[in-house]
């Protein structure tokens, strides 16, 4: 699987610090899709609002998450997949404190 490959060489990055420069790659290009995938989640927040939802949103799908609710919990693939999309949308409905400054 996937998830477990990029656990692996995250896991070697300290050893091998040949890995860092396609894992940061690879940390950039994750932040870049949920900036993509969640811009409408993002549109018309104060910087500092953007930065802590867009914190939240890669966190919710990040490959920790994964593992936690997969390898470490014991949850089917399907299941996982809605627990981290109902992490996301959660994430997302709290646009409306995040407007009125209650963050």
């Known amino acids: 699987m996937i ?11 300290e050893r091998h610090p040949a890995l860092k420069p396609l894992l940061d790659f690879g940390r950039a290009g994750h932040r870049d899709w949920v900036e993509a995938t969640f811009r409408h989640d ?17 966190v919710a799908t990040d490959v920790y998450t994964w593992k936690l609710l997969r390898r470490d919990q014991g949850f089917s693939a399907t299941t996982v997949k809605k627990l981290m999309s109902e992490l996301t949308q959660k994430s997302s409905a709290t646009r409306k404190f995040s407007r009125g400054g209650n963050t």
Do not use: H
């Open 3 to 13: 998830g477990d490959f990029v656990l692996r060489l995250i896991a070697q990055e």
């Open 42 to 58: 993002l549109r018309g927040l104060s910087p500092a609002a953007k930065q802590s939802r867009l914190a939240l949103l890669i």
